[in-house]
């Protein structure tokens, strides 16, 4: 019977990223209204600084997961679902602040980053500046549930960071551990928005753990994908520096599943080729091609379409409406963008 | 009638520093024991750079202050005291992590500061850790009124830091805009420490705001002080970098004061003193000279010392008790320590 209906969800997954916009394009404004107003300080730098990140865009990925799910949970009278995507975007926000900073990239958004623009002071203050709007936003919600989740998936995702930086030029780690930084780093945030969005639309508990694990999928797919794009992307349309994880000698699995492939010889090539001080577009063209031949970067990405295909068999408890197919679309965008 | 009792409050207040820690022994070892809880982690960078941060000791002013309010409102049984001591001390944990990375200090309580050790990756991702930790256990007490006011607090600290950043080697600053800064940067945290322990005691709305206001007053003391010492203190005893808001062209009341008391020939000096690059310890010793003469170091400290009395007649409608003699000599201890 599950199978069989998430057969049929996986047929009527088919709008395109557009259309999604289209269809939450009336909430995601008022979303970036109270965006703008949460930007709002006597400190100047920190309206200079959010609405420039917000200027260079971004896809609201959390704020429209949080909305569409929230509206599958037959959601339809008011304004919560707007308050706390708001909520999580504030401390997505505040994430990219510092982790521009943690990582000293020069790229955000396809623009110079903050810290590269404004020092790394005022990114690591700003970034404080909205992680507390976010709360602020949160105590005036006065629903311990989502209080609760946020702080908790906060915390993760600080410890996600923590975890991933001790895994620089470290080839011990394993894919199980690599698994666990980006469950936290990542996913945690992105299933609390689905989750929000069951709690805000008073959904049953199972629907409620259903859009969780959903997210959590998601979130995880997304992580994966963005760590192949590093290896792969495009700068224009990935917006991110290229090759930073590889720069920053950082573990990911294009590499991890390279260096558990790779015979006891290249093993030791791997390791010159990430840790050493060469020219870095030589060493990282070396390193893709090596990804290329063991199947590493397919390896990444079969299992970020695993994770999406379980995420989507998730929502099967769901009915059928735009919504659900919407979400269920944003879930393949996920891994469809610019491999 | 108000008068005469500020009269006798400010007599009883005589318990000496140590008198005072006695007082709270028990209740501060609580805190610790919470606060070591609250550093574990899978992440072992976490509880090693919140060991480290804690084995250098700190007053734990926040706490103390939390636990004497809590006290003089007649809280006696339970430990929301403690867990809400715990909730202001993490915060102003993750302050400090990220104040050292923006002032790019190198010794913090005596000690190398943790991003000097560490870097200042760590330092940022930790800092998080500690934010999003405290606003978890802020969640566990499902106290709205304290989620709002230590996340109210919390958005002004990060308000007034940014606002700090604007001014440094800005000598158009006010007294009256320096005033705005410590009050938002140091002040606001301290209020609400001191207004929580009002609302565990569930003191009346009177006792409640002049324990805030008390606990205002106190903060901009402490402040002024902290801005004196920079310029006056012993590095041993003050636990810090000193010169290190010189260093950084941060304006502080006592260069602001200097600086409107010259006359215009000596202004272009002390702006030269402070924007030029030459030989810092020289530098810094003539502008101290120049302050000294001025009187400017005394005008800083002065106007602490009138914080400080103005917050203990703040006190006066509380009923006599060694926790309120306690509180009141902590606010004495503000201004008399180290100068």
Redesign the interface.
């Known amino acids: 019977m599950q199978t069989c209906q998430a057969t049929i969800k996986e047929t009527i997954a088919s709008m395109t990223f557009d259309e999604t916009c289209a269809l939450v394009r009336e909430d995601m404004e008022k979303v970036e209204e109270v965006l703008s107003r949460s930007f709002q300080?006597?400190?100047?730098?920190?309206p200079t600084i959010t609405s420039y990140l917000n200027g260079a865009g971004g896809k609201r990925l959390r704020p429209m997961l949080l909305v569409l799910s929230s509206k599958i949970s037959g959601y339809s009278n008011g304004n919560r679902h707007i308050l706390n995507s708001c909520i999580v975007e504030l401390i997505h926000a505040?994430?990219l602040l510092?982790d521009d900073?943690?990582d000293e990239a020069h790229i955000r958004r396809g623009n110079p980053s903050a810290n590269r623009k404004w020092g790394?002071?005022?990114s690591?203050?700003?970034g404080?500046?909205l992680?507390?709007?976010s709360?602020?936003l949160?105590?005036?919600e006065?629903n311990?549930k989502i209080?609760?989740s946020v702080?908790?998936a906060?915390?993760e995702?600080?410890?996600?960071?923590?975890?991933g930086?001790?895994t620089k030029g470290n080839f011990d780690i394993s894919e199980d551990e690599y698994m666990e930084i980006i469950y936290k780093k990542t996913a945690s945030l992105i299933s609390v928005s689905c989750r929000i969005g069951a709690i805000v639309g008073n959904a049953s508990q199972e629907k409620e753990r259903a859009l969780a694990d959903f997210g959590l999928k998601v979130g995880i797919a997304f992580q994966l994908v963005d760590d192949v794009l590093d290896y792969t992307g495009n700068q224009k349309s990935f917006g991110k520096t290229i090759g930073l994880d590889f720069q920053k000698k950082k573990m990911t699995l294009p590499l991890i599943n390279l260096f558990q492939k790779a015979p006891a010889k290249e093993k030791k090539k791997i390791e010159e080729l990430v840790l050493s001080n060469g020219d870095m577009s030589c060493r990282l063209k070396t390193l893709v091609d090596m990804m290329k031949h063991y199947d590493s970067i397919n390896y990444a990405l079969d299992k970020a379409r695993n994770y999406v295909a379980e995420a989507k068999k998730e929502l099967v408890v769901f009915d059928e409406s735009p919504s659900l197919t919407a979400i269920l679309s944003l879930a393949d965008y996920v891994v469809s963008r610019d491999i």
Chains 1, 2 share one sequence.
């Open positions: 300080s006597d400190a100047l730098l920190i505040a994430t510092h900073v943690v790394n002071e005022a690591v203050l700003v404080d500046f992680f507390s709007k709360f602020l949160l105590a005036s006065e311990s209080t609760k702080s908790a906060s915390k995702l600080a410890e996600g960071e923590v975890l930086l001790a």
